[in-house]
């Protein structure tokens, strides 16, 4: 028998960036356990989504996808119009989710030194991890007060919004093709503003009883990753592995249940000890 505490049962949710390797597994926790999961992104078509989620999970009626950009209110206010319309309220927990940085595979001209990073980059990086998150907490939130009901809001952060890169990780890039993968700057800025706006709208919207938490995860292991990576990565976590790809679902989980209904402002850390050192 499930434990009412940790349900999330008939909960409305809302995950951003739920066709991605992470958003996929928040997905498919929520929808197994009973949720209404309506999932957020930007490459939503059809022949994706069957790679991505099972007959099974596409057959449940608990299951909705949305094609919306986060960084554009209005593609935000129709989708939650339509979530409304379909299930008859507002949501009940949002996991923001959605974001974009840069991979150790990424070409030299926006992966290298600081002093030559394109600005348009930096601005991409930050309208989509930074500014969408704050479109999504106001337009979701909003829904939750005009509703009168509790919510809560899940912000995920990154161990590289919490402390800088390890450069190192990195010098083999150039090691072995004369190139140099310097980390950047702009993932680890806007990550970093995410802490702040979390604290910020947990006390503004903590009378209302809508908490907002960050859920903070390290790197996860996939089979495309350079192996090279993989092992100078490895050997800085505590834990000695990169996470799989399920094991941040408990977390999310927690913060979406009662198990957490005292939990605001906080940030919850998954990530096999890396700020530990």
Known sequence: ??????SVKDKICVITGGMGQLGAQYVK???HRGARVAVFGRHVEPERIKKVYTEEELGNPGLRFFRVDITRKEELNQALD?????WGDAPDVLVNNAGIDTQPSAPPEVSGPFENFPEEVFRQVVDVNLVGTFLACQAVG??????GKPGSIINVGSIYGMVSPIQDIYAYKEELTGIPFIKPVAYSAAKSGIYNLTRYLATYWGRKEIRVNTFTPSGVWRETQDEHFQANYCSRIPIGRMAMED??????LFLASDA?????GANL?????????
């Open 1 to 6: 028998m499930e434990d009412p505490l940790f």
């Open 29 to 31: 926790a929520f929808l």
């Open 82 to 86: 339509e979530i409304q319309e379909l």
């Open 142 to 147: 909003a829904r939750m007060v005009k509703a």
């Open 247 to 252: 094991e941040y679902n408990g977390a999310l």
């Open 260 to 264: 957490s209904r005292y939990m605001t």
């Open 269 to 277: 850390i998954m990530d096999g000890g890396w700020t530990a050192w």
